[in-house]
């Protein structure tokens, strides 16, 4: 089993930055793949950004790309989440997700992560 724990989430004007961790705990070796969600009032859950363990590939929904960044530490097994520039339409719950397949492929989808945080909300005011 894994263990997620985000924080970080707050109220943030628009043009802010937020940084959201994830502390994970319990059989963190098992981890493959790490990834943020978001999931906005009457919305689905969608992708946000992942990144692999070894840190080796990142990538990012569209809507984040050049001003989002996923990062970790693998000492703390923590995973971060820096957000720039953000927009109302940031506005969500985030939530982390860890992966333990080791196959190689991008995952973007949120059935194919084993592990969840609780979420943190960010509020973007406008």
């Known amino acids: 089993q894994v263990q997620l724990v985000e924080s970080g989430g707050g109220l943030v004007q628009a043009g802010g930055s937020l940084r959201l961790s994830c502390a994970a705990s319990?059989?963190?070796?098992?981890?493959?793949?790490m990834g943020w969600f978001r999931q906005a009032p009457g919305k689905e859950r969608e992708f946000v950004a992942a990144?692999?363990?070894?840190?080796?590939?990142?990538y990012y929904a569209d809507s984040v790309k050049g001003r989002f960044t996923i990062s970790r530490d693998k000492a703390k097994n923590t995973v971060y989440l820096q957000m720039n520039n953000l927009k109302p339409e940031d506005t969500a719950a985030y939530y982390c997700?860890?992966?333990?397949?080791?196959?190689?492929?991008?995952?973007?989808?949120?059935?194919?992560?084993?592990?969840w945080g609780q979420g943190t909300q960010v509020t973007v005011s406008s």
């Open positions: 990144m692999t363990w070894s840190a080796v590939k990142s």
């Open positions: 997700a860890a992966s333990t397949v080791v196959d190689g492929t991008t995952r973007r989808l949120d059935y194919e992560y084993d592990y």
């Open positions: 319990g059989r963190t070796f098992s981890m493959y793949t």
